[in-house]
């Protein structure tokens, strides 16, 4: 990578990345990792990634621009009064133990075994915005609490950090299946990426520290260059998402993030499978 023309390639391809995470962050809830996942696993070969490292940089670098990404859309979602903090406060302490369970389970699994977790994963997202099974019903009434809020949370925050989420998709779900309004739930859900990707970032960066021979500007299996670049354009993006999600129907574009999903998913299986 002497050659700065090399550099031209990924960076406009990491700014394309943060520009499509920011607005699918604020239109859907979700912190952007189905999008920068799969671009930093074609993008991090370019910048010297060997391929048992290209996984788990691409999900941990993930989890760092989601912190951005997620802090600039809940903030423009609370301008709207659409964000319950104190669901939030409660649900942290559990989520956050997942993330850090997430991240040791990472740690034990190799390369291509992490990109089938990947890919079965947003599989079965796209089911989610495909066939919206859960739309318009309810459950309950309120969030619930004690063993099974932990059991939520935890599952929750282990999940997201195995993929590199901020498990927004999820977290709405769960919301409005207990009777919070679609709007206030994405809004929250916004939330929620900053309590998975600070601690999932964070364990990424310490299963990786010793690593040899990770791209330039690696710490641990987070490379900041890539992250800075994404979240450059990420954090202009996602207000735009946010006033879309307020503004539009988004009927039509949840089958077109759909249908990526499962082209995405099945590349990633494709890739832990060679």
């Known amino acids: 990578?002497?050659?700065?023309?090399?550099?031209?390639?990924?960076?406009?391809?990491?700014?394309?990345?943060?520009?499509?995470?920011?607005?699918?962050?604020?239109?859907?809830?979700?912190?952007?990792?189905?999008?920068?996942?799969?671009?930093?696993?074609?993008?991090?070969?370019?910048?010297?990634?060997?391929?048992?490292?290209?996984?788990?940089?691409?999900?941990?670098?993930?989890?760092?621009?989601?912190?951005?990404?997620?802090?600039?859309?809940?903030?423009?979602?609370?301008?709207?009064?659409?964000?319950?903090?104190?669901?939030?406060?409660?649900?942290?302490?559990?989520?956050?133990?997942?993330?850090?369970?997430?991240?040791?389970?990472?740690?034990?699994?190799?390369?291509?075994?992490?990109?089938?977790?990947?890919?079965?994963?947003?599989?079965?997202?796209?089911?989610?915005?495909?066939?919206?099974?859960?739309e318009g019903k309810q459950l309950a009434d309120t969030m619930p609490g004690g063993a099974l809020r932990a059991g939520l949370a935890g599952g929750l925050g282990l999940f997201s950090a195995l993929l590199g989420i901020g498990g927004g998709t999820i977290a709405t779900v769960v919301m409005t299946l207990c009777g919070t309004a679609i709007h206030r739930a994405i809004g929250t859900a916004s939330g929620m990426g900053v309590i998975i990707a600070i601690p999932g970032m964070l364990g990424f960066a310490a299963i990786g520290w010793n690593e040899p021979g990770l791209p330039w500007g690696s710490f641990g299996y987070v490379n900041w260059p890539a992250a800075l670049a994404i979240v450059a354009t990420s954090i202009f993006f996602a207000p735009l998402g946010v006033a879309a999600a307020h503004r539009l129907s988004p009927a039509l574009l949840r089958n077109v993030f759909g249908v990526y999903l499962v082209f995405v998913g099945i590349m990633m299986i494709s890739n832990g499978m060679t």
Request: hydrophobic share 60%; glycine share 14%; aromatic share 8%.
């Open 1 to 134: 990578m002497n050659d700065p023309g090399a550099l031209l390639l990924p960076i406009a391809a990491m700014l394309a990345a943060g520009a499509g995470a920011g607005f699918a962050g604020g239109l859907f809830g979700i912190g952007g990792g189905f999008v920068v996942v799969p671009a930093l696993m074609l993008i991090l070969p370019l910048i010297g990634a060997a391929p048992d490292q290209i996984t788990h940089i691409a999900i941990g670098t993930s989890l760092a621009t989601i912190i951005f990404t997620s802090l600039r859309s809940v903030q423009a979602h609370a301008r709207r009064n659409a964000v319950d903090f104190e669901m939030l406060r409660s649900w942290a302490p559990w989520v956050v133990l997942g993330t850090g369970l997430g991240a040791l389970v990472a740690d034990v699994i190799s390369g291509p075994v992490l990109a089938l977790v990947f890919g079965a994963g947003v599989l079965l997202m796209a089911l989610h915005f495909l066939l919206p099974v859960f």
